[in-house]
């Protein structure tokens, strides 16, 4: 992995490099030409005019890069952006007027060409020769900005394909998964079991659980086909999921809820929190002869929602377990590009925390 990111910034830099000696040495020609015909520079002064024109416009644009890529700015939104974008292109504007006169005046200077005329030009009358390069240098840099910031949001919305892309291909698998890792055959049976006793003991309470399965399980093949499901939609899964579990543990399981109402509208992963509960009441709670309590919290911690899961009973990733928690933690660099964490440790009093910290998206 990363030797493709490598190979990709080599081939970026290279393209970047490429661009700068050919896109100002096609501007700089226009001035080589107004050197030589129009101003009566010598052949090899006008060349040597043209190296320095192509190094000092490759130069100024280099530093302002360099400054770009150490403060992320190719990763901004457009509005935040533009602010940048302003001052930066007032200053490289007038670094490029300072450069370009001092560089005149000495070629002036060296040449012993300043005649009265010049130099009256350059000292009682600045404006005629300052305000021409600095506009000529406000048009250049401004189309050089332009082309490097439109050039990395196609890149960027390039990029943002390919994930989304991949995330879908994840997501549909998922569905399988649920189905083979999650909602496996050994839950089916349990949950079908369950209900059988409940046709003779309690047909209402069959009936019931029969609709709670038939919920999770459409939960578990459609919802999967959407990037996000708000938290309200997870959570209504989530308490189908226990109320079924529910049947089966009877008076070993008892839940505690507690979820922040300002956060049910925002967008979440789906089945993120159904797996970390089923992962909870099949490898922790499922193993303990009394049962125990299942806590689920939800809170908003600044910009960011953290979700808690905590079970009685020692941690053991392995097998379909290790596997549901690779393809969450696979889903969520995908979708939140390093912005979500997920943890799960052992903490005091024998119990499980399973921790997940995503940004708030509505």
């Known amino acids: 992995m990363t030797n493709t990111l490598d190979i990709a910034q080599n081939k970026s830099n290279s393209l970047y490099w490429k661009c700068q000696f050919f896109g100002w040495g096609l501007v700089s020609l226009f001035w080589f030409y107004i050197a030589l015909f129009r101003d009566g520079f010598e052949l090899s002064d006008a ?13 100024i644009t280099h530093a302002y890069r360099t400054i770009a890529v150490k403060r992320k700015w190719n990763q901004l939104n457009i509005k935040d952006l533009i602010w940048k974008l302003i001052p930066a292109l007032l200053i490289l504007s007038i670094m490029f007027m300072i450069i370009m006169n001092i560089k005149t005046s000495i070629y002036i200077y060296l040449a012993d060409r300043q005649n009265d005329s010049i130099k009256e030009l350059f000292v009682w009358n600045p404006f005629f020769v300052w ?3 600095l506009i000529t240098g406000l048009r250049h840099m401004s189309i050089w900005l332009l082309a490097y910031h439109l050039y990395h949001f196609y890149q960027r919305e390039v990029q943002s394909t390919k994930m989304n892309a991949q995330l879908s291909l994840i997501a549909k698998q998922a569905q399988f998964d649920n189905l083979s890792a999650q909602l496996n055959p050994h839950f089916l ?5 369950s209900i059988k006793s409940l046709i003779i003991e309690n047909p209402k309470t069959a009936r019931r659980a029969v609709d709670l399965l038939s919920d999770i399980l459409r939960s578990s093949l459609y919802e999967t086909q959407d990037s996000t499901v708000s938290l309200e939609e997870e959570m209504e899964l989530v308490k189908d999921y226990v109320e079924l579990e529910k049947l089966r543990f009877e008076e070993r399981l008892k839940v505690n809820l507690e979820v922040d109402e300002c956060l049910n509208h925002i967008r979440i992963l789906p089945l ?8 909870a009441l099949k490898h922790g709670i499922d193993k303990q ?5 299942l806590e689920l919290s939800i809170k908003k911690e600044g910009d960011k929602a953290v979700i808690k899961v905590v079970n009685p009973g020692t941690l053991n990733i392995e097998g379909d377990n290790r596997i549901g928690l690779n393809n969450l933690k696979n889903r ?15 903490i005091e009093n024998e119990s499980v925390l399973a921790k997940l910290t995503i940004p708030i998206i509505e």
């Open 47 to 59: 060349i040597i005019n043209y190296i320095f024109d192509v190094a000092i416009c490759i130069a």
């Open 131 to 133: 305000n021409p390069v």
């Open 189 to 193: 049976f349990n949950s079908l079991n």
């Open 272 to 279: 993120s929190i159904q797996l970390l509960v089923e992962n």
């Open 289 to 293: 002869l009394d049962g125990g309590t």
């Open 332 to 346: 969520l660099q995908l979708k939140y590009k390093g912005a979500a964490q997920f943890e799960i440790n052992q």
